[in-house]
């Protein structure tokens, strides 16, 4: 690989991912073109909630690498990058049955096993953290170190501070090959040579990598409420029930379509979601499943009755088949790295794997060890395709 100094990367996608990539090339001296079929932040990360959670993720490698990417979001804060952007704050996971309860706990087991802080809290000492909190709730341990940010916020900054110039409504069809390694990117009729490319177009990677196999489009809508506190976030922490944690451990339940939390924002209003609706692309929110959500929601917390629906919205999640993102060297595209799949947990992970990223297309080592996300697991698949 060329010296980061003279290296031109092209850069597919401007959302989360592709920015913090970009910003860290950019940092490291190498040129950048940054493009997107649209504009920064119009995939999944400017329609998301912004949840840098450990409390959520799956244990094993999920749960290792958020503790990496929370900790990532606390340094860049404290540097400067993100000042004003990442807000620490509890999550508190619930349980309104008992075998919901044996879940939590199995979980919080599984989160203390990695050196996660999680503290048990009763139905009395959490109705005193969370006023009007719902009969139904028996059980809930408290993560006391997770954090919140809005991913378009983080990729406004991280292009803002980087002085990348961004190329919008730039649709890239195709990765072109010159002699055994990557020669640039085409966009429309127009061929852009680039010594390496980034793939971090979201679903858009799907077509671009040829992964329609293996990455799934999975929408999920939410629903974002007016202001209950005029002073900050309207309660003391993110309210995540227990079906969330079972969609994400794999667990299929009666409402599988539905992982419920409750976010407080700093605004003072209230993002709530989420539905998992695998094989949906669209951005359309639908009555039922905005009902389904609300239904939820005010059955784990009543008080939402008095507040005013102010919008709905949809994302778009990129899964892959086996639930985790996929980071790495293309395994037989020379100069062409891939960082897409993150489905529900890309604002947390984003800027570390983007820094990952950078790494990895200046010809270094990743700050962490990324073997379980290589594309190489699916190269046997992709080859027999
Ligand atoms: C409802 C919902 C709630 C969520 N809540 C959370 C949460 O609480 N915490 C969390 O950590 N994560 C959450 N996520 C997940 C998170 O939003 C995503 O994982 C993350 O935004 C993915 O970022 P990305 O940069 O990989 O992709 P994207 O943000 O999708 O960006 C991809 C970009 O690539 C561009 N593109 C696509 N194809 C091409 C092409 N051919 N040429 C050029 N450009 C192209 C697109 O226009 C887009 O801008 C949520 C997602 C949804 C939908």
Redesign the pocket.
Known sequence: MASSSSIHVAV?????????AAHFLAAAGARVTL???????????????????VA?KRPGPMMDLARHARAFYVRSERDGLFRGLFHRRSTFLVARTAIEADLVAQHGADLAAVGERVVEISRTALLDRIPGLGASVCAALEIPDDG?AL?YEI?ERLLHKSGVSIRRN????EIVMRAGRVGG?A?RNELLAADAVLV??????A??LGLGEILIP?????VVTDRASTAGPAIDGHLMAASYLAAKRGIVRDNAHIGL?I?PLMTGQFLI???REDHRSDHATDAVTIAAILREALDLYPPLAGRRVLRS??????ASRDGLPIVGLHPYREGVVI????????????PF??ACAARLLLGEKPETDLSALSPQRFARVEAHA
């Open positions: 597919i996608g401007a959302g989360i991912v592709g920015a913090a493009l997107d079929a649209s504009g920064p932040a119009a995939g999944a990360t400017g329609a998301s909630d912004g949840a840098v959670s959520s919140h991913g990729t730039a649709p890239v069809s990117v966009i971090a177009a979201g679903i858009g990677s077509p671009l999975r929408k999920g809508q939410m939390v976010d979601g989420g539905s919205f949809a994302g778009v999640r990129t960082a897409t799949g993150f489905e529900g947990d890309g604002i947390c992970l984003g794997m983007g």
